[in-house]
């Protein structure tokens, strides 16, 4: 059973670092054809710096949530690493509680509102015709993920008996 969930999470992580690849390098495309339409044939394509923004907010959160699945992410690492060694367990689960409220909170609870009045409103991107509600797509489904990636973080702090440190995994099951 715990090998079937360690490789469901290898997959979505792998799934993600895909997207993840494939974004950004739409987004140097993007970009690049931006700053070649504008100086080389003197106006820039419309949709070029949309497209770019667009990508870079999808980039964002899910590389958050990706920090989150390899306990990568610099602002809950330091904050825990700053305390007493025999406060860290205890700040590290405190931590994780507000990210997984947070998470629930803004990413699903609302970032589903943003998404079902947008597209119930059939509010549109200017340049690109895109509906703006699968733009703001990116903040359920990077919930999702991030309630996940916490919970299971959560789990593991709980069940260790010393929180490693720096996003190390070299803690001991109880």
Do not use: C
């Not at 993840?20 to 070029?48: C, E, H, N, P």
């Not at 860290?88 to 609302?110: D, E, R, T």
């Amino acid at each position: 059973m715990l090998s079937a969930l360690i490789q469901i999470k290898k997959g979505m992580i792998a799934a993600l670092n895909f997207i993840l690849i494939v974004a950004v390098a739409l987004l140097v495309v993007d970009v690049v054809w931006g700053v070649f339409s504008r100086y080389v044939m003197g106006a820039q394509t419309k949709w070029t710096e949309e497209l770019a923004r667009f990508l870079l907010i999808w980039v964002a959160l899910l590389g958050g949530a990706v920090a989150f699945s390899t306990k990568g992410h610099l602002g809950i690492d330091g904050f825990v690493e700053k305390f007493h060694p025999d406060v860290k367990k205890p700040m590290a689960v405190f931590s994780h509680i507000v990210v997984l409220f947070f998470a629930v909170a803004v990413f699903l609870y609302g970032g589903s509102h943003v998404v079902a009045n947008s597209l119930a409103v059939e509010q549109m991107t200017p340049a690109l015709g895109w509906k703006m509600g699968y733009v703001y797509l990116a903040l359920p489904i990077s919930g999702i993920f991030m309630v996940l990636f916490t919970i299971e973080n959560l789990i593991e702090t709980l069940v260790s008996t010393e929180v490693a440190s720096s996003g190390e995994s070299t803690r001991e099951a109880v």
